[in-house]
């Protein structure tokens, strides 16, 4: 694996309490975390992914998420590998619900989706937790945050990371699985691991 790209900044704690970097530092040293980050497939990561104390630290930067009311609304279940070949049996199952005519091939390739990634996790939103008042958009944001937060603290880590989603996140077979209330909806898996190869840039948006 490779080591850490960005050392550990320690919180400011309270104002009185300086910066460790001079502010334009610390701005160049976000800017380049943010920019540095990009989407790297499952198929393209291999382990190891992150261990316990580093997957702690992602979580952690969930929690600096913009949060309206303090709902914390959303949560992410962690699907280790003695769970995958579960979840690759729904991914299955949700293909045969969409395509009654998918072939043995193609519900093998969609079982197979679940063991790629070294670290899996899927994003719940829920959108009735707490003050009804905070509408299902604002609690999508504070999740898009929260995985955001995640991302960049995996690229900090030196880890590739990717968001995928589909049609299966809406089946009632992946919903019965993971247990989803009504008002809980699957928002996004996410991937996590060493990189094992890359695809070309991508030019950003000025």
Same mark, same amino acid.
């Given at each position: 694996?490779?080591?850490?790209?960005?050392?550990?900044?320690?919180?400011?704690?309270?104002?009185?309490?300086?910066?460790?970097? $001079?502010?334009?530092? +610390?701005?160049?040293?976000?800017?380049?975390?943010?920019?540095? /980050?990009?989407?790297?497939?499952?198929?393209?990561?291999?382990?190891?992914?992150?261990?316990?104390?580093?997957?702690?630290?992602?979580? #952690?930067?969930?929690?600096?998420? &913009? #949060?309206? %009311?303090?709902? +914390?609304?959303?949560?992410? !279940?962690?699907?280790?590998?003695?769970?995958?070949?579960?979840? @690759? #049996?729904?991914?299955?199952?949700?293909?045969?619900? /969409?395509? $009654?005519?998918?072939?043995?091939?193609? !519900?093998?390739? $969609?079982?197979?989706?679940?063991?790629?990634? &070294?670290?899996?996790?899927?994003?719940?939103?829920?959108?009735?937790?707490? #003050? &009804?008042?905070?509408?299902?958009?604002?609690?999508?944001?504070?999740?898009? *945050?929260?995985?955001?937060?995640?991302?960049?603290?995996?690229?900090?880590?030196?880890? @590739?990371?990717? +968001?995928?989603?589909?049609?299966?996140?809406?089946? &009632?077979?992946?919903?019965?699985?993971? %247990?989803?209330?009504?008002?809980?909806?699957?928002? *996004?898996?996410?991937?996590?691991?060493?990189?094992?190869? /890359?695809?070309?840039?991508?030019?950003?948006? !000025?």
């Amino acid at each position: 694996m490779m080591p850490p790209v960005f050392p550990a900044v320690p919180s400011a704690g309270t104002a009185s309490q300086a910066l460790p970097l $001079a502010d334009n530092e +610390l701005a160049a040293m976000v800017a380049l975390l943010i920019k540095s /980050r990009r989407t790297i497939l499952p198929k393209r990561l291999m382990l190891p992914g992150p261990d316990p104390d580093q997957l702690g630290m992602i979580l #952690d930067a969930a929690a600096s998420a &913009p #949060d309206p %009311g303090q709902l +914390l609304p959303w949560r992410f !279940v962690l699907i280790p590998q003695s769970a995958r070949a579960r979840l @690759g #049996d729904v991914f299955g199952a949700a293909l045969i619900e /969409r395509d $009654a005519a998918a072939t043995p091939e193609q !519900v093998a390739q $969609a079982r197979e989706k679940a063991h790629r990634s &070294p670290l899996l996790m899927l994003a719940v939103v829920d959108g009735e937790r707490g #003050d &009804p008042e905070i509408d299902l958009h604002e609690r999508i944001v504070s999740a898009g *945050c929260a995985v955001q937060n995640m991302l960049l603290m995996a690229t900090a880590l030196g880890y @590739g990371s990717a +968001l995928t989603s589909g049609k299966a996140l809406k089946s &009632p077979v992946l919903r019965a699985l993971f %247990g989803l209330s009504p008002g809980e909806h699957a928002l *996004c898996f996410i991937s996590m691991g060493t990189v094992r190869s /890359r695809k070309g840039e991508r030019l950003r948006p !000025v």
